[in-house]
């Protein structure tokens, strides 16, 4: 009995630019998102800067999305990333959970 691989097709040469682009955005965006997040969160920015945390994040998730189509990934590949996504939003907010919950036992 014989296995049939499913064959992905091949990435375009025209497309290897684009995807350097938007796995780089990729970096710098997330970059932003988190870095907004955690200025906004020790107070060295105000909290209406928040929303543009949010807005690098989706900017994140858009450009990984590009990424992923541009390089024709499977159905599994392409679930991991949005999970890595999610992820990628919820880590700030349980890391500073976690440090809100340190100092309340620690201060009291």
């Excluded at 375009?12 to 682009?21: C, E, M, T, Y």
């Excluded at 997330?30 to 800067?49: D, E, H, N, Q, S």
């Excluded at 541009?70 to 890391?95: E, F, Q, S």
Aim: net charge negative; proline share 4%.
């Amino acid at each position: 009995m014989v296995e049939v691989l499913a064959v992905q097709p091949e990435i375009a040469l025209n497309d290897f630019l684009p995807i350097f682009v938007s796995s780089a955005l990729v970096i710098v965006f997330g970059g932003f998102y988190v870095g907004i997040y955690t200025a906004v969160k020790v107070g060295m920015l105000k909290r209406w800067a928040m929303p543009l945390a949010y807005l690098f994040w989706l900017l994140t998730a858009y450009c990984l999305y590009v990424m992923g189509s541009l390089m024709h990934v499977g159905d599994t590949t392409a679930k991991a990333l949005v999970v890595a996504m999610i992820g990628y939003l919820l880590l700030p907010h349980a890391v500073y959970y976690m440090q809100h919950q340190v100092h309340e036992q620690n201060e009291h």
